[in-house]
């Protein structure tokens, strides 16, 4: 079996951060690091070489594979920042965010993250609640 791809790293995220480019962008991942902390109570860690996540939980799936994941997070990338709302993407909770995401303004999606390409594209309140919602609903699917 083979080790998940991404895991936590020694890097510290605001020195990550502060290599963001372009300046926007890392402006941006200041304000979403901010928010994340606010919402979850955790401290960030890096997990993988550009993934700032923020608690953790412990999966396995059916096939056998399972591995350890951050359950909130983000990653500033160039084009896009990547959000990384633990239960956003699955089916059975589009009930649960489909009003939220009706309210958030401009995004695309992923399956399993939303992709946005700047904050003034989107209600930073509404994200706000997603990160909420989503992380306390992680906590019925992954108690650990």
Request: charge should be neutral.
């Amino acid at each position: 079996m083979t080790e998940a791809k991404t895991q936590i790293t020694m890097v510290d995220p605001a020195d990550f951060i502060a290599g963001v480019e372009p300046e926007r962008k890392r402006e941006e991942a200041k304000v979403l690091d901010a928010l994340f902390r606010k919402v979850t109570g955790e401290k960030p860690r890096m997990w993988g070489p550009s993934i700032i996540g923020y608690g953790q939980y412990h999966y396995r799936y059916d096939s056998g594979r399972e591995g350890d994941m951050c359950r909130q997070g983000f990653s500033p990338r160039k084009a896009k920042h990547s959000l990384y709302i633990l239960r956003c993407g699955e089916e059975s909770e589009e009930a649960a965010f489909a009003p939220l995401l009706a309210r958030l303004g401009k995004y695309s999606r992923g399956a399993a993250c939303l992709y946005v390409n700047k904050l003034g594209d989107i209600d930073l309140g509404v994200l706000e609640e997603m990160i909420d919602l989503g992380w306390s609903r992680s906590f019925e699917k992954y108690p650990d």
